[in-house]
């Protein structure tokens, strides 16, 4: 079985309904679990990685997120407000703190790679170029990546991912999220450009402040967002774990500064109140 599956095409249990979505590790179906009567995500990935074969198809089984990726909301929505980015921000830097605790780096964090659930909760996915963190590496040979070999996306890889990414850690991925963040308030990457023009920009340039070019954002939503994205990984936040605190601090600041609309509610009744009793006279 080769090329394209078409809906109806069976792996197994599974039924496929039709593509979901293609990456550089492969093909993403939605599929019907026959045995449980549920819809799940099927990824048909390169014949060197796979945890399971049907006639000769390599696949693995994902849970299924309905809500799209951050990128697919982006195109819909735009910027988002800052109390949604924050808390979407602090969801993915609980995610990269679980991956970091394991000794991995995930090196590819952007809004593509950020599925939402059905109740909008944000799930990181795609983990084709992860790998060890030099920290935690032991033997170079078993390191992902060569000397001088570049791996992530440019809107939003680290500088010294440019450089060398077999010899990153965890606050690679802080800048990541850093530029996530700033898309997610700005609604576009910090940096624009092609090729060169955006590495040079990632290895020597400041962005702008997002908030030059949308405004609301708390500074200190702000002021998270451009240390995330310094140069040097020691200018950066220390963990992802910290991160991942400051930002639900913000969110539930900016959740207590909701304007409350209950008494909105009760003043236009009165004013409705009113206004039939003029209406009587």
Known sequence: MTGALQG????????????????GMGVVYKAQ????GRLVAIKLL????????????PFVV??????????????????????????????????????????????????????LDEEGHAK????????????????????????????????????????????????????????LLYALLAGRPPFDGTGYVLVKKHLADRPRPPGELVGGIPPRLEGLVL?????????????AALVAQELEAISRELEREKPRRRPLVVAGAALGAAGLALGAL
């Open 46 to 57: 390169s014949r060197l990685f796979f945890v399971g074969e049907e006639g000769g198809v």
């Open 33 to 36: 679990d026959e045995r449980l």
């Open 124 to 179: 990181l996915s795609d983990f084709g170029l992860v790998g060890r963190s030099v920290e935690a590496r032991v033997d170079a040979t078993r390191a992902l990546t060569k000397v001088g070999e570049m791996l992530g996306t440019l809107e939003y890889i680290s500088p010294e991912q440019l450089e060398d990414s077999s010899q990153v850690d965890g606050r690679a991925d802080l800048y990541g999220l850093g530029g």
């Open 62 to 115: 994902l849970e299924y997120l309905p809500g799209g990726s951050l990128k697919d909301l982006l195109k819909r929505k735009g910027a988002l407000p800052p109390r949604r980015a924050a808390s979407l921000g602090a969801q993915i830097a609980r995610g990269l703190e679980a991956i970091h605790q394991m000794g991995l780096v995930h090196r590819d964090v952007k809004p593509e790679n950020v599925l």
């Open 8 to 23: 109806g095409t069976r792996l197994g249990p599974y039924t496929i309904l039709g593509p979901l979505g293609k990456g």
């Open 227 to 239: 240390r995330l994205l310094e140069k040097h990984p020691a200018a950066r936040p220390a963990s």
